[in-house]
């Protein structure tokens, strides 16, 4: 399965929802390495990460020229024109085709919507008959995520981007607003599902040592309060990120990814 994560806007939440979702996703299939292919020569996000489960590949639009895709892969590309040259690239070089999922991730705005709609109509002109996603990026209110994205659904009598894409193409991914997303990838380079395999098994343990820290600090003096206090707040944020992000894969990332 090759994934194709793409949006001519910056700022769209493309490497977010690639790393914490198209990752994944191959894996569940039955990857067991993903390549991950950063062709964002502006923001190279694939040099913060750091897992065992993942293979990067930093790329310019051009070496889709010549290089092959592997099965397992997740294109991860660079806004502006590097998305529609990726495009046209890959159209040219019959590499598209091969693509088995292609994903619009864009955040609010009327901007992103029309650069959504842009890439959209290129897939389109290009021929490209395999699986659209459109992915929301940073929804708060689950119930109301239409009117956060009013630009590109619509409102009243105002008609969004939607209303010019194919029916069988509105397909739609919401991806949480959370900041412990942003900052497991900027702390630790990992994915939300590297995160969890490695601290969800140790969270006991992690709250017994949070307990051991409590209690020598009630009894610490000097110098060593402080570094005690270090590790104390390290130790509680880890255990409360832990935990937050449990929730959000089970409850909204999992189940959507599920039905991929």
Do not use: C
């Amino acid at each position: 399965m090759r994934v194709l994560v793409i949006n001519s806007k910056g700022g769209s939440g493309k490497t977010t929802f690639a790393l914490n979702v198209a990752v994944p996703l191959l894996l569940s299939k039955g990857a067991s390495k993903v390549n991950y292919i950063d062709v964002d020569v502006a923001n190279r996000e694939g040099l913060n990460i750091h897992s065992g489960a993942i293979e990067v590949h930093l790329w310019k639009p051009e070496d889709l020229k010549e290089r092959r895709i592997p099965k397992w892969s997740v294109i991860d590309v660079g806004g502006n024109l590097n998305a529609l040259q990726t495009l046209d690239i890959l159209d040219k070089t019959e590499k598209l085709r091969r693509i088995d999922l292609v994903t619009i991730p864009l955040a609010k705005g009327e901007q992103d919507a029309y650069n959504a709609l842009e890439v959209y109509k290129q897939l389109k002109e290009f021929g490209y008959s395999g699986k659209v996603l459109f992915v929301l990026s940073q929804v708060v209110d689950w119930e109301r995520y239409k009117k956060e994205f009013f630009e590109f659904f619509g409102f009243a009598h105002f008609k969004g981007v939607i209303s010019e894409i194919e029916e069988a193409d509105r397909n739609l991914f919401l991806m949480p607003y959370s900041n412990e997303l942003r900052r497991i990838k900027a702390l630790y380079g990992k994915t939300v599902y590297d995160f969890l395999a490695e601290n969800l098994p140790r969270l006991k343990e992690y709250t017994n040592q949070l307990y051991e820290l409590e209690d020598q600090l009630d009894e610490a003096e000097g110098e060593r309060v402080k570094e005690l206090e270090e590790k104390y707040e390290l130790l509680s944020d880890l255990i409360y990120t832990t935990k937050v992000l449990k929730g959000l894969w089970e409850r909204r990332i999992k189940p959507q990814m599920d039905t991929l």
